[in-house]
């Protein structure tokens, strides 16, 4: 009888959810397929343009276009330096989506796990890395219909942009890291009023290009949030040169575990995944002034680039607090 009521509670809930949730980036309108936009949803990594929008992504004409409804952002093919493919299991439907995962999170009789299963689906993730005519270095994300990357990167190349054939990094069991030393006191309070963040390097750990570009979009957006800099330069940008007590912020991947969306909200036990990093502030002279070890997580809720978000976060705090 349980599983007969949670078999209808799932009936009901599809049966009656709105008919806008029926477009999702797994399901495409139809006049879609084939034609020069592909839906997609910006991950990060667009200026002004927030995190989690949906609009329609194209690669003709030598542009990459991101139409967004309210904006519309064009980069140029020729100045796209990379561009990487990977795939991610996440929830469909957008904010439906996310709607219809709490409604299954409160459901009787553990209907709430099959339903929230019925839910997910796989996307490709679409990341790119493009500079400014100044130099400065982008790195966008977006989520688009599994399947449709591969001929939107064809598109970009053959309008003049760069992609290297490495590839998809192939995610191993990194050691475990090393205990850490008995914590040391505090050093004295440091000063600059500018920061050039450089791109995330992924040392000897096989973390996907994707993780990099967000983990180098967050740093970059929530240290500007915090205040602490008056200039927060992205690398490359050559008017950094102009700052006069510049410090540079570089960051290494030591150690990655990438876990499973699906097998965390199911569990909510395993399937977290980790980002450990170490992050150096040093002077122009090359002096190092901070060396720290982070780490950044999502254990529960969330897509696996989530841990890029958190990583962010602490790395941002130890900036607030040595400086």
Do not use: W
């Not at 990094?169 to 890291?177: E, G, L, M, S």
């Not at 967000?214 to 940008?237: C, H, M, P, T």
């Amino acid at each position: 009888m349980r599983y007969l009521l949670a078999s209808a509670f799932i009936v009901f809930i599809i049966a009656f959810e709105p008919a806008s949730s029926a477009q999702s980036l797994s399901s495409p309108k139809p006049e879609a397929t084939g034609s020069a936009a592909l839906p997609a949803r910006h991950v990060i990594g667009l200026e002004n343009v927030n995190s989690q929008t949906s609009g329609k992504i194209s690669g003709h004409n030598g542009v990459m276009e991101f139409d967004g409804g309210k904006k519309t952002i064009k980069v140029p093919a020729a100045e796209i330096d990379d561009i990487f493919i990977g795939s991610e299991a996440t929830q469909s439907g957008g904010k439906v989506g996310r709607a219809v995962k709490t409604v299954a999170i409160a459901a009787p009789f553990e209907s709430g796990k099959v339903l929230s299963l019925l839910m997910y689906t796989k996307v490709d993730i679409f990341a790119v890395s493009y500079h400014e005519e100044g130099g400065a270095r982008h790195c966008a994300i977006f989520a688009v219909p599994k399947g449709q990357a591969a001929e939107l990167k064809s598109q970009l190349v053959a309008g003049g942009a760069h992609a290297s054939d490495a590839p998809p990094a192939v995610v191993t069991a990194q050691p475990a890291a090393p205990a850490k030393a008995a914590k040391k006191p505090k050093p004295p309070k440091l000063s600059a009023s500018a920061i050039q963040i450089e791109q995330i390097e992924a040392g000897d750990a096989a973390i996907p290009p994707e993780f990099r570009y967000a983990i180098y979009e967050r740093l970059i957006e929530k240290v500007r949030k915090d205040g602490e800099f008056q200039k927060v330069f992205r690398s490359g940008d050559r008017e950094a040169a102009n700052a006069p007590d510049l410090v540079i912020l570089r960051t290494t991947v030591s150690r990655f575990k990438q876990g499973n969306e699906l097998q965390r909200e199911l569990t909510t036990v395993t399937g977290g995944t980790t980002v450990d990093v170490t992050t150096t502030v040093a002077g122009r002279d090359g002096h190092i002034m901070l060396d720290s070890d982070v780490s950044g997580k999502v254990r529960f809720f969330g897509e696996n680039l989530g841990a890029t978000n958190d990583l962010a976060k602490r790395i941002a705090k130890i900036l607030h607090e040595s400086f």
